[in-house]
C-alpha cells in the first residue's frame, strides 16, 4: 500500500537563498507516528510546510497516498486529507472551545457530518468535552494544545503534522500530549511530528528521520536510533562522552 504522504527528492528553500531541503525524502505509513529530529533551523518546521502546500518546492514530488498533489496548494491538501498544526498557539482565546474546534470543519458543509465529526474529536480528547462551552483563553497551555489537535482532526485528516507540540509545556502536560498523539494514531490518523524534545518524541514514534544538511541522516525504525551511540551524542542530548577524548 502506497504511503498516506511521501515527500521525494524534495529541494526548497526561501527566496534566492540556497536551498535549506536539498534532495530531503520522507514516508508516513498509514496508522504510524514518524518523528522527524534535527538540530535548530535544520529545515523541520520547512519540511512540514512543504507536506501542507505553504512552500512549493523547487524540485522533487509530494504524494497524498498514490496521488501527487506537488503543483497543489493549502486548500486543496487539506482537502486531499493533509491537516497541518503550528508550532506555537494557534486557539482564539476569546472564543470558546466549541467555536475553536469547529472552525476545523469549515470545509463540511453536511451539518450531520460535522456533528459526527465532533462527538469523535470529543471522544478523542476528553478535555475537549469536558470544557466544550469555556473560553479556549481560560484553559492551560497543554488543554489548548489540546484543543488544535481536535481543530485538526475535524476534517477526517489521513494525516496530521504536528510542529513542536510540547514547546513552553510543563513536563505533566506534554507527557498527555505525547499520550494524545499516540491517540491520534490509534484513531486511524497518520502522524508526522517534529520535536526539540527527540528522545522523547522517539519514544513514542514508531518511525524516525533525522534532517541535517538539508538531507536524510538516518532513518528507521525509532527504537533503532534510540539506541544508535552516534545519534545521541549528536541530537539527543545524551551527555556519554566521546571516546577517544579524555
Ligand atoms: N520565512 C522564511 N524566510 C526565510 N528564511 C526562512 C524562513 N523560514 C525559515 N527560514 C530559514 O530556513 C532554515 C530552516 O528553518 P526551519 O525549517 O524553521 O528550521 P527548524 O524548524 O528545523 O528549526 C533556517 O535557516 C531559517 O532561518
Ligand atoms: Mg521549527
Not at 453536511?110 to 469536558?130: G, I, M, Q, T
Amino acid at each position: 500500500m502506497a504511503s498516506e504522504l511521501s515527500l521525494t527528492d524534495v529541494v526548497a528553500g526561501y527566496g534566492r537563498a540556497a536551498p535549506v531541503l536539498r534532495g530531503f525524502d520522507v514516508e508516513v505509513p498509514a496508522g504510524k507516528i514518524v518523528c522527524l529530529v534535527g538540530p535548530n533551523g535544520a529545515g523541520k518546521s520547512t519540511v512540514l510546510k512543504v507536506a501542507a502546500g505553504l512552500l512549493a518546492p523547487r524540485e522533487g514530488a509530494i504524494r497524498i497516498g498514490d496521488r501527487e498533489v506537488t503543483r497543489q496548494g493549502p486548500q486543496a491538501r487539506l482537502a486531499a486529507g493533509v491537516s497541518l498544526v503550528l508550532q506555537g498557539h494557534s486557539v482564539f482565546r476569546e472564543m470558546t472551545v466549541a467555536e475553536n474546534v469547529l472552525l476545523g470543519g469549515y470545509t463540511l458543509r453536511d451539518k450531520a457530518v460535522l456533528a459526527k465529526r465532533a462527538a469523535f474529536v470529543k471522544e478523542v480528547f476528553p478535555v475537549v468535552a469536558d470544557r466544550w462551552g469555556s473560553l479556549a483563553g481560560l484553559l492551560s497551555g497543554g488543554q489548548q494544545k489540546q484543543v488544535e489537535f481536535a481543530r485538526s482532526m475535524m476534517v477526517d485528516p489521513k494525516v496530521v503534522l504536528l510542529d513542536e507540540p510540547s514547546m513552553g509545556l510543563d513536563p505533566k502536560a506534554t507527557s498527555t500530549i505525547f499520550d494524545q498523539v499516540v491517540r491520534m494514531r490509534d484513531a486511524g490518523t497518520a502522524v508526522l511530528l517534529v520535536e526539540q524534545n527527540a528522545r522523547r518524541a522517539l519514544e513514542t514514534a514508531d518511525l524516525g528521520c533525522v534532517l541535517d544538511l538539508g538531507r536524510v541522516h538516518i532513518s528507521g525504525p525509532a527504537r533503532r536510533l534510540l539506541a544508535d551511540p552516534q545519534l545521541g551524542e549528536l541530537y539527543l542530548g545524551a551527555s556519554a562522552p566521546l571516546k577517544g577524548h579524555p
